[in-house]
């Protein structure tokens, strides 16, 4: 069974420039995750999906973060324009529903995303 | 208030000796879990050990095992018999709830980093 895959690994950009992130969850995974990851420090929640609602979007910084999940599969997290402070792994994570915050998740690989 | 804390922000062990990583959560709760993640150099978050806090029993997975504190919130972890493929950052995470009739997400501690020495 294919794990959590996210791409690309890496991504180097200009500051004012935007990017995209692009998750495909475990098959069968009603709930997905984004996480940012600064250098050093533990991952912290972005946003939340339950199929294709953003049930939880509260961490999410609206005035250039954007997310979206069509069909409640994959998912593409977008930032525009893009500031120095953007730098960081932004990692993609899924579980079976809404209460696999009880049991783990299963995250992928990340994006390590360097602003220029 | 941080909900996770992870003192030690960096380890290290000689290869086949044992290690502990400490962590101690806040949590008003009664019935709830705790995990203990690692990740390698290739970034994946990896599960290691999940422990139920209505169990007393400690949890273990072959050379990784708890020693849960419940009246305390201390959730450590201990590496036996340490190997080089153990080197990794070791995060603690809890569920907590993120805002008011919100399902709970994994909260992450600061991490410690964890070197085995050969």
């Known amino acids: 069974e294919a794990g959590v895959v996210q791409s690309p690994r890496y991504k180097i950009i200009e500051k004012k420039q935007p990017v995209a992130f692009w998750c495909n969850p475990i098959s069968g995974h009603n709930t997905l995750y984004w996480y940012r990851q600064n250098l050093g420090q533990g991952p912290e929640l972005l946003i939340r999906y339950e199929n294709e609602e953003a049930v939880d979007d509260s961490q999410l910084p609206k005035d250039r973060f954007s997310a979206e999940r069509l069909k409640g599969v994959d998912s593409t997290l977008k930032i525009q324009p893009a500031e120095l402070g953007d730098s960081a792994v932004y990692l993609c994570?899924?579980?079976?529903?809404?209460?696999?915050?009880?049991?783990?998740?299963?995250f992928g690989s990340g994006t390590r995303l360097t602003v220029v | 208030a941080q909900t996770v804390t992870q003192s030690q922000p960096e380890m290290s062990v000689q290869e086949a000796e044992t290690v502990t990583l400490s962590c101690t959560y806040d949590?008003?709760?009664?019935?709830?879990?705790l995990f203990w993640y690692k990740q390698p150099p290739s970034r994946q978050m990896i599960l290691v050990i999940r422990?139920?806090?209505?169990?007393?029993q400690n949890a273990t997975e072959n050379r990784f095992s708890v020693n849960f504190q419940k009246a305390a919130k201390s959730f450590s972890l201990k590496i036996s018999d340490s190997q080089l493929g153990d080197a990794a950052m070791y995060f603690c995470?809890?569920?907590?709830?993120?805002?008011?009739?919100?399902?709970?997400?994994?909260?992450f501690g600061s991490g410690t980093q964890l070197t085995v020495l050969p």
């Open positions: 995470a809890y569920p907590k709830g993120i805002s008011s009739g919100s399902a709970r997400q994994l909260t």
């Open positions: 994570a899924s579980s079976p529903g809404a209460g696999g915050a009880d049991y783990g998740y299963t």
């Open positions: 949590t008003s709760e009664s019935d709830y879990y």
């Open positions: 422990q139920e806090a209505y169990k007393q």
